[in-house]
């Protein structure tokens, strides 16, 4: 345990210090370090999106980005999106829609989609499924996770529900 | 993984002492997206990773009609999807970076990782090639420079010495009715690696080709310039015939394998396939110019 | 009380899922979210080889290394004698069993446990995997079911011989055991065909994909009691089985089901569950094991890979005289592929006199086959329907009214014997041939040929054993209790079953899925089995409350029980006189009227009902590249009735998804040595959002007079007819019968240039 490194970064608003290895991974310092969970490992090589947080506004897939890049860095993750008890638009509609079924992938999704809707607050169904195509769901087909995308987007614009609840 | 140091240097001439320091075991870490999953698997072991993305030399992205483009070796792929000014110059190297994984990968990964990773396959090369672009290379022994062909040296391998850094590639400004194109083909709509990529560059004068630079991607142990292929236009009208030749002339030159992302048979097909199509569009977008 | 379909007031809604909050804040806590005090990390370490003798292992520096605590090879798990054991629905063969989540003397496949070593950090673990020296010797691989078949073949298992042939032999073989399902004159029935097609089909092997890699965290008492939580199908399916390979008593195992990413039959068995336990006991320390996406892809169940024969012959009118299948299943280093499935429901869709179907379970050098979603019968109809519709095309019949006219309907014999009962498949195609998907031209697309195909599709589903608690809180709201993981929303619909009979609202109940202490016997999640079962139980438990309820308000008003009578959430008394009570009112005097109100119920159901399915595609082919756009999508599905109609739909989508990868890209890609070259989701390719368009579902509600609320199982079947549905509809685009999965643009731009190459 040797090496072990002080890092200082912000997640979710809060500052946070730790210490790691530089071999650790963000996603392994969020879930074994800080103990925040919600981000998943699905495949440890950035091909299926489960371990997405936004660093600095970007999205990225959190395996690959070692611990030791957060310093100094602004880090959000799905346990920062409910404010107040209030969830996201975007958590209501994937309940709302059914969007999820084994949850899973569910914490990268909402991750990516709201890293979407931040800088495209009106995307096409097309830019919905760009956007999310690094992120994989191997139960809901996509479906009912791209309705509930555009009409958080559409409840996010002020506007009346984008699409009609499935 | 096994253990490692890591050092974030804050200039140039910082990470060229540290990578000096770390001789055979030290590596620029640059978005990180093929080296940390190759360490993982034990491919790579390097022990002392030097970070590319806070070295303010290699984030240059600057574009003038005189100098043409100079792109910073650690310019994460999305500065480029995102920049008008590109998507205006270089539509095929934007086409190229926009393709590279999904949008998380794009925030992270770069130009110069995708070249040193030394993969037969990467997007961005053939496009690079095409454009004519040239890395600028450092050391303590000074600057060289390399053309992007020349780069790779075998699968996974390049140029580059221990204590070497690429810090940015340089681009001509693309001359009056100038347009470059790149596609590749993969199985899926997105994340899949090509199974061959094609990237083309036309100047047009008139209907009459006058300059023109193909480069070829997952058909060979290295991407590669298709001389003869790109020769073969010049001095000729961009028709159906032309393109069609110099389709054949590159597949001449292709020596794909077979492996799970597609047979020998296949992407010596797809890399006539994907010459035309490149051609045909670059020559459109070079006649709107 | 009585339910009547059209008094349902919860069934057939869509309410928020009462475990949804959880997750989608990051909160649900999955098996490797899992932490306990002093945890350690174990890692496998996995042959590179598909087929070698181990000579000798030596772990000396691994366990020198500081940080390791323990490790163990197949010399530390009990020798178990041969021989298989019914295990609740599954016949399991212990010994294999054992030998596959840790080899012996010999090892099977790329990938096959070793050895496994529990370490202060995963980084060690792995560092320490890498000091074990394995000697091998390194034998010949068979990787290709027909050549494993063969009398020359490489013998994987010295000890197998075939069940199931007329005569006993007792040659060693691959062939574990052979099936066959007859009837009627097979000859007669060509004789009288106009039209005969026959085909031969291959299908690679693929995996369920799901996202969540297999996890185990174990703990080990000083009592010999020990405790696993892991992300499960079936947490009473892995406390038998661990109890089985480590031989210790049933009843000193807990196993804590956490959340489950994704199974789809995956996760029914066990791989590191036994191993994280025995180095729990070996350490006296938690120890946590979760495996990489290589390791799940390389060592964990996929479906068999097969070769299918299949040969149909029909009349002019339409009607299939004959039907003769000869299929084989690649097992995987371990006998128990779903060929067997394969045989029931490769025609059971349709009605027929006569018909031969043979099957074969076969194993080789790949890793051990495990459920996945209907299985055997996705590769089973891409064959038939595939001939179906050929024949169709042959007749000049539209291809839905072929099927229309042989379809089974209630009172069909299936092709293993037993008659169906009320059944839709017949109103499956017509949904199909009414939808305004079909009733639509093709779409035009610029520089793409266009196809349109139709396949349909069954699948059994299964009852088995569940158990369920109905508690009434003080509050008048209700509690459910089960041992059905929840897998996509079964604690939904389990909460709103129980919610229709006690007259709540769906939120007014709480749905939980306990431990194996904590709730009686309840059979995997599996088999489309959990609504339909489970939810039988909660019903059967939520009535037994009110039964209870009635008994309390009885006592109240000192009356007959018979006399009390409960509806929409309120007592009353068929005599005047009593003020009738909401559930709330009287769950406040339970304390007073004989204690707390809590219904239980253990079924083990028989009238299952099956599941048919008649999809529709629209695809758009690249002529040049040979790649595949799916256009348009719709599926329609008997769905007896559908609980939480968003979840059903939801299943059929996710069903869909699965078959269109497994039709255009999913493959295991091996080297010619038998070494897996695409283990991770950057080259298995499973579709992604952007390879999908929306996926319309038809919702056909014939009722299963084998339940109380009508109730089938809806999750398996949406993913048997994708791949033949795209097949036929590729034969439209490109006129080329695919006849192997998966279709990937390589094979299909090589069927166009042929098909252009070959003279007109």
Sequence with gaps: ?166 | MHAITYEAPKSLEHALRLLAAAGEKGRVLAGGTDLLIQMRAGVRTPERLIDAKTIPELQVLSFSPHEGLRLGAAVPCYRIVEDPVLCQHYPGLVEAAGLIGSVQIKNRCTVGGNLCNGSPAADTTPALIALGAVCYVASPRGTRTVAVEDFVVSPGRTVLQPDEVLVEFRIPAPPPHTADCYQRFIPRNEMDIAVVGVGAAVTLDGEVCTAARIGLGAVAPTPLFAREASASLVGKPLDDEAIATAAELAQKIARPITDMRGTAEYRLHLVGVLTRRVLKVAAERARAR | ?760
């Design chain 1, 1 to 166: 345990m040797a090496n072990k490194v002080y890092v200082e970064t912000t997640l979710n608003g809060e500052t946070v210090e730790f210490l790691c290895e530089p071999r650790q991974s963000l996603l392994e310092v969020l879930r074994d370090v800080l103990g925040f969970t919600g981000a998943k490992e699905g495949c440890l090589t950035g091909d299926c999106g489960a371990c997405s947080v936004i660093i600095d506004g970007r999205v990225v897939c959190s395996c690959l980005v070692l611990g030791v890049e957060a310093q100094g860095k602004t880090i959000e993750t799905v346990e920062g999106m409910a404010r107040d008890g209030q969830l996201h638009p975007l958590q209501q509609k994937f309940l709302e829609h059914a969007a999820l079924q084994c949850g899973i992938c569910t914490p990268g999704f909402l991750v990516a989609a709201k890293a979407l809707l931040d800088r495209n607050p009106n995307p096409t169904e097309h830019e919905v499924r760009y956007a999310l195509a690094g992120n994989l769901c191997r139960c809901t087909g996509y479906d009912k996770i791209v309705r509930a995308v555009l009409d958080a987007a559409a409840v996010m614009r002020g506007g009346t529900h984008g699409v009609t609840g499935a």
């Design chain 3, 1 to 760: 009380m009585e339910l009547q379909e059209h008094k349902f007031k919860v069934i057939g809604t869509r309410p928020i899922r009462h475990d949804g909050v959880d997750k989608v804040t990051g909160r649900a806590k999955y098996g490797a979210d899992i932490s306990l005090p002093g945890m350690l990390h174990a890692k496998v370490l996995r042959s590179p080889h598909a087929h070698a003798r181990i000579k000798s292992i030596d772990v000396s520096a691994a366990l020198a290394l500081p940080g390791v605590k323990a490790v163990i090879t197949g010399k530390d798990l009990p020798e178990l004698p041969p021989g298989s054991q019914q295990m609740g629905e599954l016949v399991v063969n212990p010994r294999y069993l054992s030998m596959n989540i840790m080899a012996r003397d010999k090892v099977l496949y790329d990938g096959h446990a070793v050895a496994a070593v529990a370490a202060t950090s995963p980084h060690i673990a792995e560092e320490a995997l890498k000091l074990i020296k394995v000697e091998y010797e390194i034998l010949p691989p068979v990787l290709d079911v027909r050549k494993a078949m063969q009398d020359d073949a490489p013998i994987l298992l010295p000890e197998l011989r075939t069940s199931g042939t007329p005569e006993k032999s007792d040659k060693p073989t691959n062939i574990a055991s052979q099936v066959r399902f007859a009837r009627g004159d097979l000859e007669a029935g060509f004789r009288a065909a106009d039209v005969i097609v026959e085909r031969e089909f291959t299908t690679s092997m693929v995996h369920q994909g799901y996202i969540e890699p297999h996890n185990a965290v174990a703990q080990y008492n000083a009592d010999g009691h020990g405790t696993i939580w892991v992300s499960t199908q079936g947490p009473f399916s892995v406390r038998e089985l661990c109890s089985h390979i480590l031989q210790m008593p049933l009843g000193n195992i807990k196993v804590v089901p956490a959340e489950i990413g994704g199974g789809f039959g995956g996760k029914t068995t066990v791989y590191l569950e036994p191993l994280a336990l025995l180095l729990a006991k070996k350490t006296g320390r938690p120890v946590k094991m979760v495996m990489s996406r290589a390791e799940v892809l390389r060592a964990t169940g996929p479906t068999s890979g097969s070769y299918i024969r299949c040969k149909m012959g029909a009349t002019k009118e339409g009607k299939i005289t004959a039907a003769q299948v000869w299929m084989a299943y690649e097992a995987g280093a371990f006998p128990g592929s779903p060929v067997g499935a394969g045989c029931m429901t490769i025609l059971a869709p349709y009605a027929l006199e006569n018909l031969q179907i043979d099957g074969f379970d076969v194993v080789l050098n790949k890793p051990k086959t495990c459920a996945y979603r209907a299985p055997g019968a996705t590769n089973a109809a891409f064959a038939a329907e595939t001939v179906i519709d050929e024949l169709a095309e042959k007749l000049g019949i539209d291809p839905l009214e072929f099927r229309r006219r042989n379809g089974a309907k209630e009172g069909t014999a299936q092709p293993a014997g037993p008659q169906f009962r009320r059944i839709g498949y017949i109103e499956t195609v017509e949904a199909i041939m009414n939808s305004e998907h079909y009733r639509s031209p093709l779409p035009h697309v610029p520089g793409k040929l266009v196809g349109r195909g139709v396949a349909s599709g069954f699948w059994f589903n299964a009852g088995f054993q569940s158990t369920a608690i109905v508690s009434i809180n003080s509050d008048g709201t209700a509690n459910v209790v089960t041992g059905s993981p929840d897998i996509g929303g079964t604690r939904a619909a389990c909460a709103m079953i129980a919610a229709e009979v006690l007259g709540l609202k769906a939120e007014e109940v709480n749905p939980v899925v306990t431990d194996t202490e904590s709730i009686g016997h309840t059979d995997v999640t599996g088999g489309s089995r959990v609504t339909f079962a489970t939810g039988y139980a909660v019903y059967e438990a939520a009535q037994d409350a009110v039964r209870q309820l009635k008994e309390r308000a009885a006592t109240i008003w000192k009356v007959k029980p018979e006399d009390v009578v409960y509806q929409d959430g309120v007592v009353s008394c068929v005599n005047n006189g009593h003020e009738p009570m909401t559930l709330k009112q009287l769950a406040g005097r339970l304390a007073r009227a004989g204690g707390p109100v809590t219904g239980r119920a253990a079924v083990n159901p028989r009238g299952v009902g099956p599941g048919f399915a008649t999809h529709v595609v629209d695809i758009a082919v690249d002529p040049e590249t040979g790649k595949v756009d799916i256009l348009r999508y719709t599926a329609a599905q008997d769905v007896g009735k559908a609980v939480h109609p968003s979840y059903v739909e939801g299943q059929i989508q996710g069903g869909v998804a699965q078959g269109i990868g497994w039709a255009l890209n999913e493959e295991y890609y091996y080297d010619e040595n038998g070494i897996m070259r695409n283990t991770g989701f950057l080259d298995y390719r499973i579709p992604t959002c952007l390879d999908l368009p929306m996926i319309e579902t038809i919702l056909v509600e014939v009722p299963n007079p084998g339940h109380p609320l009508g109730i089938r199982g809806v999750g398996e079947v949406p993913i048997v007819p994708p791949p033949a549905a795209i097949a036929n509809a590729l034969y439209r685009a490109i006129g080329v019968r695919m006849t192997e999965l998966p279709m990937s643009p390589a094979k299909v731009a090589k069927a166009v240039l042929e098909k252009n190459k070959a003279p007109q």
